[in-house]
């Protein structure tokens, strides 16, 4: 097996690692009860005096501070208890005196939500990718064990014109347990229309449906053409063409539960992008589509199409338009360190079901995310989420892929014959909600 990416993509601090805070996250406007756990006997709270020093990170310099006095645990641990003010992230420093002054142990840090977001939880997951059943390079069950092993919590094998690749892949791991959700997926590429759409959880599959009788989808995409009465050049039949297909292909994927996205719009090919300017504004502001695809799995040469999209976004929004958004890699390998683990989604969702996923990004509660290798990380979407997820990926996911990583690793064994694993990974199994639950408090 091929080990050329990062297992761990995101650097742990000594914070995440050697001590357990219980919450991290909390209710905003709240009275909430912490515990910081050394995890090694040598760290260790011994006797003393202690101080507990709590404040915003959006408001450090206008002295908003609470300063709590308190002694270790018995045990070893520190407790104590505090009002949480508004929805951000604060900063709790430990100190200690050493008989002159306190000096600073460590710094944790927690998060408060409103109560609409606290009931939520973040997942992490791609929705564009590939196998060798297109123009991948890997297995599809390799594929999913590869995700897992870098911390994905849902994704779908969406392999161009093929929707079997993903049927494969779940075949093996819906009879296995584990805490990745992986679901049905496909690139969709209707006769005749270069546009790309991803089928995310469709129950069936498009590309099937147009290639089983096309007589029928040419039939119900000129009737859906000759509905158009307001695109900027009426006179451009080809392009009228196109956004019907793309509309009868959307619908589709609708019918079957999936989710619907329109994909990478400024991808250059050749001596210009795909499709016109004039057809992506189109499509955007009609939202047939579910999702758009605002950062696509462009290599760094290729920066200036997720510029682009992010421009176009920016753009569509200010003329009042809400885009729902996500983030995909597109990759085509595992082990090529490339794309693969570069780029994603994280969606705040009830839980990670098809259909929690689906009305969260609906409802504009995703982001989509950049962590290209030697780089920092770059988030994109409404204001109030890209803090929160900025948080996720420094304070939250660290150890939550360090999770993932043992139960993708089993996951492989199992790709490749080795039953043997099946009861290791059921006794493994959430290993991750647990962790989750005690960043929650619960």
Known sequence: MAESYTAIKSSIKK???????????????????????????????????????????????????????????????????????????????????????????????????????????????????????????????????????VGFDFMAITDHRAYAPSVYAKELYDNC????????????????????????????????????????????????????????????????????????VFEKITEGGGISIFCHPYWRVGDGYYISDRLTEYILKKKDFDAYELIGGYFKHEVPSNELQLAKYNQVRSEGYKLPIVGVSDSHGCDRNELMNWYGTIVFAESDSLEDIKAAIKDLKSVAYETVEGESPRVHGEFRYVAYAYYLLREIFPIHDLHCSAEGALMYRLSIGDETVRPILEALSGTCRKYMDEIWGQ
């Open 177 to 248: 347990k584990t805490d990745m959700a992986l679901y049905y997926g496909e690139e969709v590429h209707p006769p005749e229309n270069p546009v790309h759409m991803v089928n995310f959880g469709g129950s069936f599959s498009v590309n099937e449906l147009i290639n089983n009788n096309k007589d029928n989808y040419y039939a119900e995409v000129r009737a859906i053409m000759e509905t158009i009465t307001d695109y900027p050049d009426m006179s451009c039949e080809k392009e009228l063409y196109m956004y019907a297909s793309c509309k009868w």
């Open 15 to 149: 914070t995440q690692s050697h001590y357990k805070m219980m919450p991290k996250i909390v209710r905003s406007n709240a009275r909430a009860d912490f515990r910081i756990v050394p995890l090694y006997e040598k760290l260790k709270f011994g006797a003393g005096d202690y101080q507990i020093i709590i404040h915003p990170v959006m408001q450090i310099f206008q002295g908003k501070q609470t300063v709590i006095e308190t002694k270790a645990n018995d045990d070893g641990s520190i407790s104590f208890s505090v009002d949480i003010g508004d929805e951000q992230e604060y900063n709790v420093y430990l100190r200690k005196n050493n008989g002159e002054n306190y000096v600073n142990i460590e710094c944790f840090n927690i998060y408060a939500l409103n109560d609409d977001l606290y009931g939520r939880r973040p997942y992490r997951g791609d929705m564009h990718l590939h196998t060798y059943f297109s123009d991948g390079h890997e297995d599809p069950r390799y594929v999913v064990s590869s995700y897992r092993r």
